[in-house]
């Protein structure tokens, strides 16, 4: 028997919600294959610890996070904590401290979702993202403050490091998907210092890969092609910012962000992973029983994938897909579905 310690961190709003159905179903697939188990413990760092302790993130929390497999992540973010206080106590600590640098999103219309575009259904693409560094490294400060010579500067920081190991990663993704075709998008006609850089940098692994097609788009021509060409797109690399931006669109034009999941990997295996759905903390239906649970489960089987257990990930899948097909859906989906009647007709079907 196989186990895999997993540390639970539901956060703020619907996270909780969302991680307990994950791990419920989670709990039933690991039950019906038979041959793996989860060992789970759950860490209560959240806005509410936050505004109880002075902090989210106890003396000693990430050295006790580095004894699990993987995380598993709901959301940050609250009403009564401002959010760069939220992300950087909680979410980005995490992230950064354990080099998660691969920020790898999905994004496709599962079969009975309708996406807002007459093309959706051409939509199969991922979004690598650099996760560690660009736009929100953290640099910067203010000075002045309260005065008419105030100043914020916030610096990008790309180093080589840094931008070459994400674009490898990404032509390594892009070379196991069928059409093997992987955009590059900057701003660099613009940003004429770290974005050449990285179109450089790019062009220098791309000699290492002849067998995947490449192309470059800018950041704003790229949304236009999204919408109005999303065949002609497959997997996409880009900045911390750019890819956070347009990896919402990406679950948007999917059908909804309930939908999208998210694997911030450490590919080197050097700290745990963190899994995480992409739709935020949505305090305006927390409690309310209807938070879409699909982006977890997706999520919860890029972790299945990660610790080994592909063929799970792939039943998971299946059961996703079916369950979506068969119109059993949340209300950001049109649908009058609770997030417990989508859990269960996912576990059951699992159960079949």
Request: hydrophobic fraction near 40%; include cysteine.
């Amino acid at each position: 028997m196989r186990t895999h310690k997993i540390a639970a961190i539901g956060a703020d709003g619907i996270g909780p919600e969302v991680i307990n159905a994950g791990l419920e179903v989670l709990n039933t697939l690991a039950r019906v294959d038979g041959n793996f188990a989860f060992e789970v413990e759950h860490f209560p760092w959240s806005s509410e610890y936050y505004l109880k302790h002075g902090h989210y993130i106890p003396e000693g929390g990430l050295e006790k996070l580095k004894q699990f497999d993987a995380i598993f992540f709901g959301a940050v973010g609250s009403q009564e904590v401002p959010d760069h206080v939220s992300l950087w106590g909680l979410r980005l600590p995490i992230a950064q401290g354990f080099d998660q640098y691969a920020n790898v999103r999905p994004a496709r219309v599962l079969p009975g979702v309708k996406s807002p575009l007459r093309n959706g259904e051409a939509i199969d693409w991922v979004i690598v993202r650099e996760n560690s560094e660009g736009e929100y490294a953290g640099h910067g400060g203010r000075a002045h403050r309260g005065l008419p010579i105030e100043v914020g500067t916030e610096t990008a920081v790309f180093t080589r490091a840094g931008v070459e190991r994400i674009h490898r990663f990404a032509f390594e993704l892009a070379a196991k998907r069928p059409r093997k075709h992987l955009t590059l998008v900057t701003k660099s006609n613009a940003q004429r210092f770290g974005m050449v850089m990285w179109d450089e940098i790019f062009a220098e692994v791309a000699k290492d890969y002849p067998e995947v097609k490449t192309d470059r788009e800018l950041v704003d021509a790229v949304t236009t092609r999204m919408v109005l060409k999303p065949q002609t797109l497959d997997t996409i690399v880009a900045t911390n910012l750019h890819a956070d931006i347009l990896s919402d669109l990406a679950a948007a034009l999917s059908g909804s962000l309930g939908i999208g999941p998210t694997a911030n990997l450490n590919p080197e295996r050097q700290f745990p992973s963190m899994f995480e759905p992409i739709h935020g903390s949505a305090f305006d239906i927390t409690g309310k029983g209807i938070a879409n649970p699909t982006a977890t489960f997706w999520t919860a089987a890029m972790m299945l994938e990660h610790l080994g257990e592909a063929d799970a990930a792939k039943k998971l899948m299946a059961a996703i897909e079916a369950v979506t097909a068969s119109g059993v859906h949340t209300p950001d989906l049109g649908g009058k579905a609770t997030t417990a009647q989508v859990t269960k007709a996912v576990c059951d079907y699992l159960g079949k």
